[in-house]
């Protein structure tokens, strides 16, 4: 039996206390996205590699203490720098891929800080996370953002 396939499109938009060349760079710098992009949920990062150029690729391993581990994988399509980020990622456990994404990160000025708007185009296969648990997790991930931008800024101030 094939397994189904949801379809799904959904956009966030944030904005941030902080220039797009700061928040782009919380994407570029690998310790500082590893920071807010995969530590601090409770699970042991097994692995985790930025190449962030356009061609180049991320990937992460993180075990949750009571879960199976599972694998993030992306390859970055389009990069301007300060203004956008397109990626094609996807996402396994155990080796069985239960979802393909193509995400877009728009940066834009709004006063002082930064609005992104995150769009992700996303292909949920059989047993996954599902269109909602995914927009709730990136939502968790720019609340991470954002205190990552803060603390950044603290200690430069």
């Known amino acids: 039996m094939i397994e189904p396939v949801v379809h799904?499109?959904?956009?966030?938009?944030?904005?941030?206390?902080a220039s797009p060349a700061r928040v782009f760079a919380a994407f570029s710098n690998p310790a500082t996205?590893?920071?807010?992009?995969?530590?601090?949920?409770?699970?042991?990062?097994?692995?985790?590699?930025?190449?962030f150029r356009v061609g180049g690729r991320e990937s992460s391993r993180l075990a949750p203490k009571d879960?199976?581990?599972f694998a993030n994988d992306t390859v970055y399509q389009d990069i301007v720098p300060d203004q956008r980020i397109v990626c094609a990622y996807t996402m396994s456990r155990e080796g069985r891929r239960f979802s393909a994404s193509?995400?877009?990160?728009?940066?834009?000025?709004?006063?002082?800080?930064?609005?992104?708007?995150?769009t992700e185009q996303a292909a949920f296969l059989g047993?996954?996370?599902?269109?909602?648990?995914?927009?709730?997790?990136?939502?968790?991930?720019?609340?991470k953002l954002a205190q990552e931008l803060k603390e950044l800024k603290e200690l430069k101030d």
């Open 102 to 118: 193509l995400a877009t990160f728009e940066l834009a000025p709004d006063g002082d800080g930064t609005k992104l708007t995150f």
């Open 8 to 17: 799904a499109t959904f956009t966030i938009e944030r904005t941030f206390a």
């Open 67 to 69: 879960g199976k581990p």
């Open 127 to 143: 047993e996954s996370d599902g269109p909602e648990q995914r927009k709730g997790g990136w939502t968790q991930l720019f609340e």
């Open 33 to 51: 996205k590893r920071r807010w992009f995969a530590d601090g949920f409770g699970m042991e990062v097994q692995e985790f590699n930025l190449d």
